[in-house]
C-alpha cells in the first residue's frame, strides 16, 4: 500500500514526466470520438455520438499532458484512478465561429465534430470544453471511456487509397498532413496528384517550413467524386461531395468550408493523419482555415499557392488573421480580454506575447510606414520595413483595439511572401511542441 501511495504521490509532483509515458497509459491504436455542438448565440451544448478504434497512432507521444494554446475548445483524458490529466488537446470549431454570426441570433444549429486521441489501456474519463471569446467555459461534457466497450466501434481497413507525397520519418517524429480529394471524379485523380505535389511544393517554399521540412509527411488521399467540381448553393450547384464542402459559408460567398467532420473522418479512417486539408478542384476564389480542425483550399486559383500558406497558418498554428474591416456582427476580441492567437494583442497581457521581440526604442503602439499596394505587390518594399516588430493597430477583423506584430506579415496580405518573425517563431514552436521527444 505504501508503495502504491508513493507512486501516486510522485505522479502529481510530475506531471511533465507523467506525459512520457505513453506506453503504460496508451495503446498504439487510435480512438475516433465523435461529437455534437449545438446551440444559438446564447448557450452551447456538447453531446457525445460514438467511439471508433482504429489501428496505429499517429500523433505526439511525449508532452501528452501539455497544451501549446488555448484555442476555443479543449479535450482532456484523466486516468479514473488518479484523475491525473494523461493526454490533452486543444481546437477551435465552426460551431464558435457561427455563434458569432447574425443567423445564431435567430436560430438553434448543431455541427458535427471529430477528434482523435490515442487508446487508452484502462478506463478514462474524457472532459470536453469550450469557451467564448472572454476564455470563460460555457459548456462542458464528462464521459468515461471503457476500452472493453462493445459499442467502440473497429475499424481495420482504410476505405480509399492513399499515398504519400512527402515522407520525412516515422510519425512519432514527423507532422502527418492528410489532403483529400473533394471534387475530382475517379478520371481525375492524376490531376488530383499533381495538385497535391504543388501543395507541397507551395507549402514548403515559404519559411519556416523550408527549415524544417524533414518534419514533415504529407499523404494524398484518392476520394473520388461523383461529379466534378464544387458545391456553390449560391448558383444552385449542389453537388454530393465527399468532405461535404461548399461556398457561401455563413452566407459568405468565399468562405470555403464543411460542418460534416464525421464524412471527412470516415474517409480518414485507418490513414495516418494529424492535420487534414480537403482539396477542392475548382478556380473559385475561397477557403477557410480552422485551427486544430481543417483546412480547405480551392486547387486552381490563381492565389492558390499564396492562400495555402496563409489559411494553414490559421490550421496549424492557430495564427489569426491580422487584417482588419470592421464589419462583423459581433466583436471577436473583447478589449478586457488578451486572445488566445499569438500574432495578435489586446495589450490586456501583452507580456506574455512577443514583447521581449520589440526594441525599446519601439513605440507602443507604432507608427506604420505609408505603402502602397503596388509597391508590396511588386516586392519593392524591403524586410526592414515590413517585417520589424513593433505593436501595430488593426488585426483580428477590428481596426481599433487589436494590434499586430508587424506591419506586414503573410497572415494580414497574400502579397508579402514570409511570415514575420513572431508568426514564424510560433510555427516553429509548434513543430517542436508536436515532434520532440
Known amino acids: 500500500m505504501r508503495k502504491f501511495l508513493t507512486l501516486i504521490i510522485s505522479m502529481l509532483i510530475s506531471c511533465e514526466a507523467f506525459g512520457q509515458q505513453f506506453d503504460e497509459y496508451f495503446t498504439d491504436s487510435t480512438l475516433r470520438l465523435d461529437y455534437i455542438f449545438a446551440g444559438d448565440n446564447r448557450s452551447q451544448s456538447i ?55 447574425e443567423e445564431a441570433t435567430r436560430v438553434k444549429k448543431s455541427f458535427e465534430n471529430s477528434y482523435i486521441v490515442p487508446f487508452p489501456k484502462h478506463a478514462t474519463e474524457v472532459t470536453v470544453t469550450l469557451r467564448d471569446t472572454h476564455h470563460r467555459i460555457t459548456s462542458e461534457l464528462k464521459h468515461v471511456l471503457s476500452p472493453d466497450d462493445i459499442l467502440i466501434r473497429k475499424v481495420d481497413t482504410p476505405s480509399y487509397q492513399y499515398d504519400y507525397v512527402l515522407r520525412s520519418g516515422a510519425s512519432s517524429d514527423c507532422v502527418d498532413i492528410a489532403i483529400i480529394s473533394e471534387g475530382y471524379t475517379l478520371s481525375e485523380m492524376d490531376k488530383f496528384h499533381r495538385d497535391c505535389q504543388r501543395t507541397v511544393e507551395a507549402l514548403f517554399s515559404h519559411e519556416p517550413f523550408v527549415g524544417i521540412k524533414s518534419k514533415f509527411n504529407v499523404i494524398c488521399v484518392d476520394c473520388p467524386s461523383p461529379l466534378s467540381g464544387p458545391t456553390i448553393p449560391r448558383y444552385n450547384q449542389w453537388k454530393n461531395l465527399p468532405s461535404g464542402t461548399h461556398y457561401d459559408t455563413f452566407y459568405t460567398d468565399r468562405y470555403l468550408m464543411t460542418s460534416k467532420m464525421w464524412q471527412v473522418y470516415d474517409i480518414l479512417n485507418c490513414i495516418p493523419f494529424e492535420q487534414i486539408i480537403v482539396l477542392v478542384n475548382t478556380d473559385l476564389y475561397g477557403g ?57 494583442t489586446t495589450l ?42 513593433g505593436v501595430y493597430e488593426g488585426g483580428g477583423y477590428q481596426s481599433k483595439g487589436v494590434y499586430r506584430p508587424c506591419q506586414e506579415c503573410r497572415m494580414k496580405v497574400l502579397e508579402v511572401e514570409d511570415f514575420c518573425p513572431v508568426c514564424t517563431r510560433v510555427l516553429l514552436s509548434i513543430t517542436d511542441f508536436y515532434t520532440s521527444k
Open 47 to 101: 453531446f457525445f455520438h460514438e467511439a471508433t478504434q482504429t489501428p496505429g497512432w499517429y500523433g505526439r507521444r511525449s508532452r501528452l499532458s501539455e497544451t501549446f494554446l488555448l484555442g476555443n475548445g479543449q479535450l482532456t483524458m484523466r486516468d479514473t484512478l488518479t484523475q491525473q490529466i494523461i493526454y490533452t488537446t486543444t481546437f477551435s470549431t465552426l460551431f464558435q465561429e457561427w455563434q458569432t454570426e
Open 348 to 389: 490586456v497581457d501583452f507580456k506574455h506575447k512577443w514583447s521581449d521581440l520589440v526594441s525599446p526604442d519601439n513605440p507602443i503602439p507604432t507608427q506604420p510606414v505609408p505603402l502602397s499596394a503596388r509597391d508590396l505587390m511588386d516586392g519593392k518594399v524591403p524586410k526592414s520595413v515590413t517585417q520589424k516588430v
Open 288 to 344: 477557410g482555415g480552422i485551427y486544430n480542425q481543417i483546412n480547405v483550399f480551392p486547387a486552381d486559383h490563381p492565389t492558390f499557392k499564396p492562400l495555402l500558406v496563409h489559411e494553414f497558418g490559421h490550421g496549424y498554428g492557430g495564427l489569426a488573421d491580422e487584417y482588419y474591416y470592421d464589419d462583423q456582427y459581433e466583436t471577436k476580441y473583447p478589449s478586457d480580454t488578451e486572445p488566445w492567437e499569438p500574432n495578435i
